[in-house]
T-cell receptor, first 118, second 116 residues
Framework: NAGVMQNPRHLVRRRGQEARLRCSPM?????VYWYRQLPEEGLKFMVY????????ESGMPKERFSAEFPKEGPSILRIQQVVRGDSAAYFC????????????????FGSGTRLTVV | AQKITQTQPGMFVQEKEAVTLDCTYD???????LFWYKQPSSGEMIFLIY??????QNATEGRYSLNFQKARKSANLVISASQLGDSAMYFC?????????????FGKGTRLSVIA
């Protein structure tokens, strides 16, 4: 899974600050998902993006959270005015576009960004 | 309602023994995919094995096999000849409408500890 690059690996923010998490998908992948993992929990879907489009954001909190995947550059998950409850691991996953054989298989996850809000 | 249920919060297994991690799922969609991921203490998510709902045979990948019982809606992971490096969290996940643009739904995971 080294092909999906997430940075930073660890991020500490004070309450009220902004957090920006970056994800560069594997070469050839144009679709990314963001997931959140709370301590001792499984991953929960947040948002699905392709280049310049948000396809599904049904898992995103309505306030303070936003995501983008510009034509050039990484996908960004942005959390404004962070609170302690935002402390979690945030994972990005990428995969081949639907319809290609490889998309039947497992998504490729990045190593995650561990956000700690103090 | 839980779509993926992993009933074993923690499991212990002796090194070199086989272990089965349970997973049941809930869907009315005839087309779905089932996945298992390993998450070691370092935190990354490692894809292990995939089973499509229409696949006739159980999936196998090296020491991993998936015991797929469609009528019972179960997709248990079997790890043969356990190794110390297998100690990790294991997550079962499902994708409905088995295409790349539907999100994976994860279970809460099972923590496996391999004992020397």
């Amino acid at each position: 899974n080294a092909g999906v690059m997430q940075n930073p690996r660890h991020l500490v923010r004070r309450r009220g600050q902004e957090a920006r998490l970056r994800c560069s998908p594997m070469k050839g992948h144009s679709h990314v998902y963001w997931y959140r993992q709370l301590p001792e929990e499984g991953l929960k879907f947040m948002v699905y993006l392709q280049k310049e489009n948000i396809i599904d954001e049904s898992g995103m909190p309505k306030e303070r959270f936003s995501a983008e995947f510009p034509k050039e550059g990484p996908s960004i998950l942005r959390i404004q005015q962070v609170v302690r409850g935002d402390s979690a691991a945030y994972f990005c996953a990428s995969f081949f576009p639907p319809g290609q054989r490889e998309s039947s298989y497992g998504y490729t996850f990045g190593s995650g960004t561990r956000l700690t809000v103090v | 309602a839980q779509k993926i249920t992993q009933t074993q919060p923690g499991m212990f297994v002796q090194e070199k023994e086989a272990v089965t991690l349970d997973c049941t799922y809930d869907t009315s969609d005839p087309s779905y995919g089932l996945f298992w991921y390993k998450q070691p203490s370092s935190g990354e998510m490692i894809f292990l094995i995939y089973q499509g709902s229409y696949d006739q045979q159980n999936a196998t990948e090296g020491r991993y096999s998936l015991n797929f019982q469609k009528a019972r809606k179960s997709a248990n992971l079997v790890i043969s000849a356990s190794q110390l490096g297998d100690s990790a969290m294991y997550f079962c996940a499902m994708r409905e409408r088995n295409s790349g643009n539907t999100p994976l739904v994860f279970g809460k995971g099972t923590r496996l500890s391999v004992i020397a």
